[in-house]
């Protein structure tokens, strides 16, 4: 009875989670009910489900708000985004944010999630009317989320505890007090996990109804593979010597101090089947299939099939989709208010989840490199010049990036179609539902005014954006604003889609072997669907540095600028920061413009709108354990610096 007690207890603080066992379908007591027939076991599936974190969600993601892309308005009592503090430096060991270990601040129990998996992997054989195959596909779903959940919990934690299985109530205490794995272990045993489960999942196209969207198919366990071994070969986990000392109290390494190059080729490999197994079942870089947009200008068109790579639902570059965050509430916080209004009578765009300044100088000059290695941008001295007002106002070519005849800084002149795509500045085009027509008649085109209380700027107690930026990319061109409302498209957020496939075959190959016609290849496919020439040939012609591709170093610094470029406000740069060890950057200042200025002139000022300083470091590359965690299993360590 003793054990059976400190069992329970141990259950409940490592896995605390307010709804516990919620997942037997209704009014149903046991999980014996739940497995009696298939409608029972498939609710049950779907609850192991319902415990992904909410990848995309502008709020509970702590890579959507918690790193250097983004920034939000706040005062001394109110945060609306719990990522936010994340950003902020207000991570903390004794309630942690977003925490997926116990499930709290904003997160569910992962543990608890892998527990469910693991009861629903134990008694799918005592289901009597399953379809022929019917079986095989659900386990494998639920082994499929078990090696996700421990996939998560590894970028967030590092080294975790193995729980393949499920430990019984009649266990020891020294059973229930169990060790953190080394993070190679884990990693080893994820992808054997993927390896035994990919056939038995489905093919994208044999899954044809709307109840299965989201749900796991062989491409996203492919996927999900390739990124696996991606970050096992990223300097974060491999020959990490900044974790030399990090043993447990056996004494055993929880991270190898011995590089590996060939994890690399195995990350490498794993792409290249993903890819393959991509492209023959349909999958492609999104490119325009909507006549309203086909019958516009070619610049429009490569803006506009750019955003709908994310928000086209069932596009056919989406590989997996989020489905359990509201995209609506994600657009309506990234769109700029871009309609005359009253102060009593607000839209709900706000554009709160707001770009930082040093985002927008990430992104290319139109000649596909860096602004500050660009020829023009050096020559004529934009790059110096590229936060002062332009004295020239935008002409008739310019029409389709600024408004016409208005000036705005040069850091907004002579970019790249993603800029113009992704990103609201002040004097920027945007649209209402419908189209373009610059041929012509010109239909429900609109414009971004971020000067203090301009349409898109600061509106005193509502929400509004704290750099002069907005996320233009969240912003379908079906989307709608009115004076007093928002009508957003749904869409669902990716998770995985080509292009970030693209970019992880790239890297790995690169770093494996240096450049290649292969690395190019695939770089040059995602750079030609945004309207631009390849990396050699622009670097070639452009740059003030046209050798930079010819060496893995300088292909690197391009892969790395690309992959922040192409999934920018995706979720990708905050965990890319932390596996490529550049935890560093975020000790740079997050800046905008001086939003409360009420001309162009004083607008146009760059200024740190970090209230205080944060000093990233080492620690943060992990979260921490809850304190009382390692009170009630003596085995576990505390993340190193917490």
């Known amino acids: 009875m003793k054990n059976i007690i400190y069992y329970i207890v141990v259950l409940l603080l490592l896995c605390s989670c307010d709804d516990y066992l919620n997942v037997v379908p209704d009014n149903v007591p046991t999980i014996e009910h739940s497995f009696r027939n298939r409608i029972g076991a498939e609710k049950f599936l779907f609850s192991c489900y319902s415990y992904r974190p909410p990848v995309g969600s502008v709020d509970k993601d702590p890579a959507m708000n918690g790193g250097d892309e983004t920034w939000e308005c706040y005062n001394k009592t109110r945060y609306v985004f719990t990522n936010s503090y994340l950003a902020r430096g207000y991570q903390n060991v004794s309630d942690p944010i977003l925490n997926t270990w116990d499930g709290r601040q904003g997160s569910r129990s992962l543990w608890q999630g892998i527990r469910d998996c693991n009861i629903f992997i134990e008694n799918a054989y005592k289901v009597v009317d399953f379809q022929p195959g019917e079986m095989k596909r659900m386990i494998a779903e639920a082994e499929f989320l078990k090696a996700y959940y421990h996939f998560y919990l590894l970028k967030s934690y590092g080294p975790i505890p193995i729980t393949d299985h499920n430990l019984p109530i009649n266990v020891s205490v020294d059973e229930v007090q169990v060790f953190r794995d080394p993070v190679d272990k884990v990693f080893k045993y994820i992808v054997e996990k993927l390896d035994q489960i990919i056939p038995d999942l489905p093919y994208p196209e044999q899954m044809i109804l709307e109840t299965e969207l989201g749900r796991a198919d062989r491409l996203t366990a492919l996927t999900m593979k390739a990124e696996v071994l991606l970050y096992e070969a990223s300097p974060l986990f491999n020959g990490n010597s900044d974790y030399v000392n990090f043993k447990d109290e056996r004494g055993i390494s929880l991270f190898p101090q011995s590089y590996d190059d060939e994890k690399w080729k195995h990350a490498a490999d794993a792409c290249k089947i993903a890819i393959d197994e991509c ?7 999104h490119r325009v299939v909507d006549p309203l947009v086909s019958s516009q200008d070619p610049f429009f068109q490569e803006q506009t099939t750019y955003r709908e790579a994310i928000c086209g639902l069932r596009n056919k570059e989406l590989i997996w989709p989020s489905t359990n965050i509201n995209t609506t509430f994600l657009s309506i916080n990234a769109s700029a208010r871009i309609v005359r209004m009253s102060a009593e009578n607000l839209n709900k765009a706000t ?10 100088e990430k992104y290319y000059s139109e000649n596909g490199v860096p602004i500050n290695e660009d020829k023009d941008w050096v020559n004529n001295n934009w790059y110096n010049q590229r936060f002062k007002l332009r004295p020239e106002p935008s002409n008739v070519d310019e029409r389709m990036k600024v408004e016409l005849n208005k000036q705005t800084v040069y850091l907004h002149f002579h970019r790249e179609p993603r800029f113009y795509a992704s990103l609201g500045f002040d004097k920027g085009v945007y649209f209402g539902s419908g189209y373009y027509n610059f041929t012509g008649e010109t239909r429900n085109v609109q414009y971004c005014n971020f000067i203090n209380f301009g349409k898109s700027g600061y509106q005193g107690g509502s929400g509004y954006s704290i750099t002069g930026y907005s996320v233009k990319k969240m912003h379908s061109f079906k989307d709608a604003l009115s004076h007093n409302n928002s009508t957003k498209k749904y869409f669902s957020f990716p998770i995985y889609r080509l292009a970030n496939l693209y970019l992880m075959y790239a890297e790995a190959l690169n770093e494996y072997s240096g450049p290649s016609s292969e690395v190019f290849k695939y770089l040059d496919d995602i750079r030609s669907r945004a309207g631009l020439q390849g990396v050699k040939e622009s670097w070639t012609q452009y740059s003030i540095n046209p050798t930079k591709p010819d060496t893995k170093d300088g292909l690197r610094d391009i892969i790395h600028q690309e992959r922040t470029i192409e999934l920018a406000f995706e979720g990708k740069r905050f965990w890319d920061i932390r596996r490529w060890k550049k935890i560093e950057v975020l000790n740079e200042q997050p800046r905008g413009w001086n939003i409360l200025a009420d001309n162009q002139e004083e607008f146009y000022k760059v200024l740190n709108i970090a209230v205080e300083p ?21 085995h576990l360590i505390q993340n190193y610096g917490w």
């Open 279 to 285: 492209a023959a079942h349909g999958k492609l870089l």
């Open 614 to 634: 944060v000093e990233f470091g080492v620690k943060d590359y992990f979260w921490p354990l809850k304190e009382s965690n390692l009170d009630v299993n003596e």
């Open 351 to 360: 554009s709160e989840w707001a770009p930082t300044i040093k985002l927008i």
